[in-house]
């Protein structure tokens, strides 16, 4: 991202003069002009790891929530079998109730 000089070692007649010199500045002025560009794709790919992030942090959530809903209706589903099981149990206990009522010569209690 920051400029950058790279020296070549070479040995050869083309390396002399003014195809080394050129070379060189070649090098050194290309990151310079490159500079805009280069900050473009450092803001890019920050703006790119920013939105990944947001979206994971989203996947977590959502993750979070659908396992504390699903905890929850486990829970309402046992309760409701639970009151399902006590009004099963209503009738019987009504039945007990007359019976031992009618066997101390109580009057019998209406279940509805």
Same mark, same amino acid.
């Given at each position: 991202?920051?400029?950058?000089?790279?020296?070549?070692?070479?040995? %050869? +007649?083309?390396?002399?003069?003014?195809g080394m010199i050129?070379?060189? &500045? %070649?090098?050194?002025?290309? !990151?310079?002009? =490159?500079?805009?560009?280069?900050?473009? =794709? &450092?803001?890019?790919?920050?703006? +790119?790891?920013?939105?990944?992030?947001?979206? +994971? $942090?989203?996947?977590?959530?959502?993750?979070i929530s659908e396992?504390? #809903?699903? /905890? *929850? #209706? &486990?829970?309402? $589903? =046992?309760?409701? &079998?639970?009151?399902?099981? #006590? *009004? $099963?149990?209503? !009738?019987?206990?009504?039945?007990?109730? $007359?019976?031992?009522?009618?066997m101390q010569g109580?009057?019998? /209690?209406?279940? +509805?």
């Amino acid at each position: 991202m920051l400029p950058s000089i790279k020296i070549n070692a070479g040995i %050869g +007649y083309s390396n002399l003069g003014a195809g080394m010199i050129g070379s060189a &500045v %070649g090098n050194l002025v290309a !990151p310079i002009f =490159n500079w805009g560009k280069l900050r473009a =794709n &450092v803001t890019r790919a920050k703006s +790119y790891k920013e939105e990944i992030l947001i979206n +994971y $942090q989203k996947t977590i959530y959502t993750a979070i929530s659908e396992v504390s #809903n699903g /905890i *929850l #209706n &486990v829970d309402k $589903q =046992n309760t409701v &079998v639970k009151e399902s099981k #006590n *009004l $099963q149990l209503l !009738p019987k206990l009504h039945l007990i109730c $007359q019976t031992s009522c009618s066997m101390q010569g109580m009057p019998r /209690i209406s279940m +509805y």
